[in-house]
């Protein structure tokens, strides 16, 4: 199989990182699927990965934690897929199971969790393999190419909004984003669809207009005040000045949660910015019933995913894009034929 592998972590602007190889086909083992990857959700967390910000990664690896594919094959033990099924693979890719974690339904936090794409082969390849568990059967409402970005932009959006609260002091409630990329396109449409005011906050002209034609009611740069107290904000850009910038547009009470897995560091800042009962909190990883609730509501809202596709041998410019900013939307990997 074709797959495109990362041997030695670095900026991404320096050279290609990604190697197309031909490898062999993986074997399911007992609880598992072989995958045939019709499609793969270029995500931020693939460059940090990539460009060395992740620390130990499975080396030789194949990054992608968004799969899209049908089931080709089946290990021993699995019951809720079948060949030819369509599945989704996230980020998560398995648990202990049985830590205190696990047993308290905040498996993200799993410290012996592994991960899709990191320390488990993803999906920039023809194939891959993936704990039947751990994967998700998707909407039907959906092509390949558009729902590969529900499996991690989607899902980190959905837990990152439900960790808001989203309850203001009066209605409706107000919401900052910062940084609008993949996330935050697909959360701005589940917030306005749940009643809120989004206020988006992102570098370029370009990215203002598209959070205005998705319905935020006002858009400007990262450090820009917004012209109202917000009562809560999402932080997608692994930008860690946008923190006190964030804490300074919320009112009292209200919530910052950055989404990020990765972010430079968050300077000093005064007390008088967390004062006052504000919360600062991040969002890790994401959970199975994340992902069962977020794959319902997405057709209902309904969120429509802008995608920008890539051959899976352009892996490296679907990267560099995004970390230009040039992206709108998604960025998405086609790999094989439906």
């Keep these: 199989m ?15 990182r990604l190697v197309l190889r031909e490898l062999p086909v ?7 699927l072989l995958i045939r990857v019709t499609a793969n959700g270029v995500c931020r967390t693939d460059l940090h990965v990539v460009e060395g910000e992740l620390g130990e990664p499975k080396l030789p690896l194949i990054p992608g934690h968004q799969i899209v594919g049908v089931v080709e094959r089946t290990g021993g033990g699995v019951e809720a897929f079948a060949v030819g099924d369509r599945v989704g693979v996230p980020w998560l ?4 199971g049985h830590c205190r974690f696990c047993a308290a339904g905040a498996e993200n936090l799993c410290d ?11 999906g920039y390849a023809e194939y891959a393999v993936a704990e039947a568990r751990f994967a998700f059967s998707l909407p039907g409402e959906y092509g390949d190419v558009e729902v590969a970005p529900l499996l991690c932009a989607g899902l980190i959006g959905y837990r990152a909004l439900r960790m808001t609260g989203l309850h203001g002091l009066g209605a409706p409630p107000r919401l900052g984003i910062y940084g609008f990329g993949a996330a935050a396109h697909i959360v701005t449409q589940v917030a306005i669809g749940r009643g809120a005011e989004v206020f988006a906050f ?3 002209v370009e990215g203002q207009a598209f959070a205005r034609e998705l319905g935020a009611v006002w858009a400007g740069g990262g450090s820009d005040e917004p012209p109202t107290e917000l009562d809560a904000a999402i932080i997608f850009a692994p930008a860690g000045e946008l923190v006190p910038a964030a804490l300074r547009a919320v009112r009292k ?26 919360v600062l909190r991040s969002v890790a990883n994401l959970t ?11 057709p209902s809202v309904p969120v429509k995913v802008e995608t920008t596709a890539y051959p899976l041998d352009q892996a490296n410019r679907a990267l560099a894009d995004l ?6 939307g998604a960025a998405v990997l086609t790999v094989q034929s439906g």
């Design 2 to 16: 074709r797959a495109m592998v990362l041997e030695t972590p670095g900026p991404i602007e320096t050279g290609d």
């Design 26 to 32: 993986p074997e399911p083992g007992h609880g598992q």
């Design 93 to 96: 890719g398995s648990t202990c």
């Design 112 to 122: 012996d969790a592994r991960f899709t794409g990191y320390q488990l082969d993803g």
């Design 202 to 204: 992102t570098r370029g």
């Design 253 to 278: 009470g209200g919530t910052v949660v950055t989404g990020g897995i990765h972010m430079s560091d968050i300077p000093a800042f005064p007390y008088e910015l967390l004062w006052g009962e504000r």
């Design 288 to 298: 199975r019933e994340d992902g069962e609730q977020f794959l319902e509501l997405a």
């Design 323 to 328: 970390k230009s900013g040039k992206l709108r």
